[in-house]
């Protein structure tokens, strides 16, 4: 095994920087993203649920709000009566997660 010098080593800050994929899932500060109506992100994640091959009826985002970088979608989760996990709300959190990172790539609420 050769060691390697702190020299030799590349500056992982310097190299993490000129990396547009090392800006987060949701684009970072430097993607330039579009504003829109929050009504217009209800829209669109709708029809991008609505077209997904794992949508299951009732799925179906009522609210979104921004946080930082990330929209966050809300909306029926199918909770039993006692309020716990059912095998659908699994899916439809896996499908919130998806939505919402491909929307927070292209777009914010204004």
């Known amino acids: 095994m050769t060691d390697i010098s702190d020299s030799e080593l590349p ?3 310097e190299a993490f920087s000129e990396n547009a994929e090392c800006a987060g899932i949701f684009g970072g500060s430097r993607t330039p993203k579009t504003p829109v109506s929050r009504e ?4 669109l994640a709708n029809e991008m ?3 997904d091959w794992e949508y299951m009826d009732g799925m179906e985002v009522t609210e979104a709000l921004q946080r930082d970088e990330a929209i966050v979608l809300r909306g029926e989760f199918f909770l039993d009566e006692q309020g716990l996990p059912t095998p659908k709300t699994n899916a439809v959190f896996n499908m919130f997660h998806r939505v919402s990172v491909e929307l927070s790539r292209k777009y914010r609420i204004a």
Not at 40 to 43: A, F, L, S, T, Y
């Open 11 to 13: 500056d992982t800050d």
């Open 49 to 51: 649920i609505k077209k």
């Open 40 to 43: 217009e992100i209800i829209r």
